[in-house]
């Protein structure tokens, strides 16, 4: 079973700041199955990012992600209003990291 | 379009048992595999297990092996998860989950609205 860090924990930005979001695996990833998802309080996760580094349907191009192997990035460009949320990623039928909140500084 | 609509909010005491349903539509159910997540107040989201909709095989987090069952209806299109011999700490919105992907590589697609679920003596 694969073994997912995220960090940091909580990552203090502005509005207009670039995000960069980290997620280490205890082994190397199958085929770079790994997933992003975002969480706002109060609603289910919804998918952002898979296999890495594609982008799911209808998600902005602010977001990106990349990385192979056991080292994995999330990069939000220019931070809107409602990218304030929490970030977990994924190896599919795997645990989730534990997160990284992302709060308005 | 695909939806996954969960059952609704439970309230049960330490050492019962809850089952949670989710129907699916949108789509031809055994195409896919599903999960169920949950997530306590406050806490990340925390993987329970996976069933595949076609042959009905499981794969539980370790944690969790011992006390729940996942199982699926192919006639109704809907997915089940029984959780037994709950405690405090089960308390927690559980959310399913339907995967997608090809090719090695899959991630969850889709999510119900959550089922929340109290733990309370």
């Known amino acids: 079973e694969i073994a997912l860090t995220q960090s940091p924990g909580t990552l203090s930005l502005s509005p207009g700041d670039r995000a960069t979001l980290s997620c280490r695996a205890s082994?190397?990833?199958?085929?770079?199955?790994l997933a992003w998802y975002q969480q706002i309080p109060g609603q289910a996760p919804r998918l952002l990012i898979y296999?890495?580094?594609t982008r799911a349907t209808g998600i902005p191009d602010r977001f990106s992600g990349s990385g192979s192997g056991t080292d994995f990035t999330l990069t939000i460009s220019r931070l809107e209003p409602e990218d304030f949320a929490v970030y977990y990623c994924?190896?599919?039928?795997?645990?989730f990291g534990q997160g990284t909140r992302l709060e308005i500084k | 379009q695909v939806q996954l609509v969960q059952s609704g909010a439970e309230v049960k005491k330490p050492g019962a048992s809850v089952r949670v349903s989710c129907k699916a539509s949108?789509?031809?159910?055994?195409?896919?595999?599903l999960s169920w997540v949950r997530q306590a107040p406050g806490q990340g989201l925390e993987w329970m297990g996976w069933?595949?909709?076609?042959?009905?095989?499981?794969k539980y987090a370790q944690k969790f092996q011992d006390r729940v069952t996942m199982t699926r209806d192919t006639s109704t299109s809907t997915l089940y998860m029984e959780l037994r011999s709950l405690r405090s700490d089960d308390t927690a919105v559980y959310y399913c989950?339907?995967?997608?992907?090809?090719?090695?590589?899959?991630?969850?697609?889709?999510w119900g609205q959550g089922t929340l679920v109290t733990v309370s003596s």
């Open positions: 989950a339907r995967g997608a992907g090809s090719a090695g590589v899959y991630y969850e697609a889709y």
């Open positions: 949108g789509y031809t159910f055994t195409t896919y595999g």
């Open positions: 069933i595949s909709a076609y042959y009905g095989d499981t």
């Open positions: 082994q190397s990833v199958p085929s770079n199955s």
């Open positions: 296999g890495a580094s």
């Open positions: 994924q190896h599919y039928s795997s645990p």
